[in-house]
Nanobody, 119 residues
Framework: QVQLVESGGGLVQPGGSLRLSCAAS????????MGWYRQAPGKQRELVAT???????NYARSVQGRFTISRDNAKNMVFLQMNSLKPEDTAVYYC?????????????WGQGTQVTVSS
């Protein structure tokens, strides 16, 4: 069974930093795009950042210059370094990945990790 597991969320003061990690495990042949999304209470899930297998990155305008997405292909992991956090960054953050097994392409989501920015 292939799955994604996030870690690294928590409570941080405005202006602080957090680093989220997401690890893919199971019978993985390769991973194409990976990304981070977030969903705040009462709002739709939105894209935060994505990164291709060649490490090309895209960011939502609201996080550009503050967040950095990266990946470790050898470990099947993706990271989100979040700096200068604001209260409006408070949300559940979800990892997503397009994963090839030897039989199919799976679009998987992690279970989510809570990020709360508050003084």
């Amino acid at each position: 069974q292939v799955q994604l597991v996030e870690s690294g969320g928590g409570l941080v003061q405005p202006g602080g930093s957090l680093r989220l990690s997401c690890a893919a495990s199971g019978s993985i042949f390769s991973i194409n795009n990976m990304g981070w999304y977030r969903q705040a209470p009462g709002k739709q899930r939105e894209l935060v950042a994505t990164i291709s297998s060649a490490a090309g990155a895209n960011y939502a305008r609201s996080v550009q210059g503050r967040f950095t997405i990266s990946r470790d292909n050898a470990k099947n992991m993706v990271f989100l370094q979040m700096n200068s956090l604001k209260p409006e960054d408070t949300a559940v953050y979800y990892c997503r990945a397009d994963i090839y097994t030897n039989q199919e392409l799976l679009g998987l989501w992690g279970q989510g990790t809570q990020v709360t920015v508050s003084s």
